[in-house]
């Protein structure tokens, strides 16, 4: 088979590139059987897993963190730090009863204490936990290792929602870091998962690295998912921030890291062309942009929709993600392939677009040239390409637009911000939820319309949110089908949020690295090992 000029070019730079990796990572080769090195998909900038919903912090609270519940692979919740656990006679009150062996990273043994006030701070922030606080009369310990969840009226889904593994999951922390308010960072990093933080070898916006806890007590249960034996197989992780992809596939190529995650697109025909590297498709996620409901323009609804319908979704993900095996378009609030997917309210949708109309629509809204800010976060491909796509549209049908790039810490560090632009804020930013968390609205942050309960971008619809309120109460899937087409009737007329397509994200590994977890999503390190 021929070499394109494209390939030609790209595998240059690539070749090229291992001449240029940083002289520290070169003295420290992954050649020991009991480390690995791996390119994580951003720089950890929030170590706290609950105050925010990013996946790479989710990703180092899996690692220092353990879980009152877990999924397995077929997304069926199974105890993980419970041992025991029961539900009364009328279904109100749950107990749970913990397991031995369970610790401190300082030595302390891991209480009953503990995991209520865990509980209590993840559901200051995750809509589940807000669902289960709002039906709960008590939540208390009552000894040492065993507490209750008392409920004013049974809620059949809440073994499931305590399993849940959309972000933010509800790791648990020591009581006295559990006591700070969710909106403010726990910075110990000391947990009761099968890692241990290393903070002396801690180098922010370098490296980070993760040392096997030898105290940990797995689950006897085979590793199967997020549940079962959380069993470590190597001595150490180190993460290595390479924000250039090109410098992070040589460096896998030259096996000084062992594992890239998400790769740009336009580097898998090199991943897969090496016979000692494998790529490895991991889940399907919706592309998502989010806008400011607070501030001009995105507070008025025509402005939403003029957006929803400014979107060429084909467009934006051959930009983003060049191989089109990987990609396509998404109309369903529920995501590309879920239970609850449907076509409800999805006249918007028009191939190519119509720029035309969102011209018009930001006319009815009274668009007066306020400025778009538009996060871009240069470390993450898929969305700086599509950012900058978005930018150049916008403009060219009058819309004042400017880009504020930096990296995905960054993008996750300033979306918090509810000041106007001028203030530090800001009216877009792209991101993306996988089908898993889609189809479950009850913990997807980002099916939520709550105003300033909500996530970031703070949609507001009171008849959306009631609507939302009353899946936890239905039983049969057909009844949850009914309840999916109306609430996205609701949610694509006052626009939520706007879909720029779906991608399958990927992750490339040596072929010496076996043993990676992929589902149901994020990235666990227990059970990996090398050849």
Request: aromatic letters at 8%; hydrophobic letters at 40%; charged letters at 25%.
């Amino acid at each position: 088979m021929g070499i394109s000029r494209r390939n030609l070019i790209t595998t240059g730079l690539a070749a090229g590139t291992v001449l240029s990796i940083p002289s520290i990572l070169r003295a420290q080769t992954a050649t020991d059987a009991r480390t690995v090195r791996m390119v994580p998909a951003g720089d950890l900038r929030v170590f706290d897993p609950i105050s925010t919903t990013a996946g790479i912090s989710a990703n180092h609270g899996l690692a220092i963190y353990d879980t009152l519940f877990s999924l397995d692979s077929k997304l069926a919740p199974q105890p993980q730090m419970v041992g025991k656990w029961g539900v009364s006679d009328d279904k109100k009150t749950y107990t749970f009863e913990l397991r031995d062996g369970l610790g401190w990273h300082d030595g302390t043994s891991v209480t009953a204490a503990d995991c209520v006030a865990s509980i209590r701070r993840w559901a200051a922030v995750a809509p589940g936990g807000q669902l289960i606080m709002e039906r709960a009369r008590d939540v208390s310990t009552k000894d040492d290792k065993t507490f209750t969840i008392a409920l004013k009226d049974p809620l059949g889904l809440l073994i499931d929602i305590l399993a849940d593994v959309t972000t933010p999951l509800l790791f648990v922390m020591r009581e006295k870091d559990a006591n700070q308010p969710a909106a403010e960072q726990v910075a110990a990093n000391i947990g009761s998962g099968p890692f241990k933080f290393n903070h002396e070898l801690a180098r922010p916006g370098a490296s980070f690295a993760y040392d096997r806890n030898d105290e940990y007590v797995p689950r006897k249960e085979p590793s199967d998912g997020h549940a079962g034996g959380k069993i470590v197989k190597v001595d150490r992780v180190i993460w290595d921030n390479i924000a250039d992809p090109q410098t992070a596939f040589a460096a896998l190529q030259a096996g000084e890291v062992d594992l890239f995650d998400k790769p740009p697109a336009d580097l898998y025909s090199l991943i897969e062309s090496d016979p000692n590297i494998v790529l490895q498709s991991t889940w399907a996620v919706d592309v998502v942009m989010r806008m400011n409901f607070l501030h001009k323009p995105f507070d008025n609804v025509k402005a939403r929709q003029a957006m929803l319908h400014l979107i060429d979704q084909e467009a934006f993900m051959r930009v983003a993600v060049p191989d089109p095996k990987y990609t396509g378009a998404v109309t369903s609030i529920f995501g590309k392939d879920t239970l609850y997917s449907n076509d409800e309210n999805t006249g918007w949708y028009k191939k190519g677009g119509d720029p035309e109309k969102a011209k018009q629509l930001f006319q009815e809204a009274g668009y007066a040239g306020e400025k778009v800010v538009i996060l871009q976060p240069t470390n993450r491909p898929v969305y700086d390409r599509a950012a900058q796509l978005l930018a150049g549209e916008l403009r060219k049908i009058g819309v004042s637009v400017e880009l504020a790039p930096s990296d995905w810490g960054g993008v996750v560090t300033r979306r918090a911000n509810k000041g106007p632009v001028e203030s530090g804020g800001w009216s877009v930013f792209l991101t993306s939820e996988s089908d898993y968390s889609l189809g479950n609205p009850l913990g997807t942050p980002f099916l939520t319309a709550s105003g300033d309960k909500a996530w970031y971008g703070w949609p507001k619809n009171d008849e959306y949110e009631a609507l939302r309120a009353k899946w936890a109460d239905i039983e049969t899937l057909e009844e949850r089908k009914a309840l999916a087409r109306n609430m996205q009737r609701i949610w694509w007329d006052f626009v939520g949020d706007v879909r720029l397509g779906y991608n399958v994200e990927t992750r490339a590994h040596r072929k010496t690295l076996t043993g990676l977890i992929s589902k149901p999503q994020l990235t666990p390190m227990w059970n990996m090992q090398k050849a």
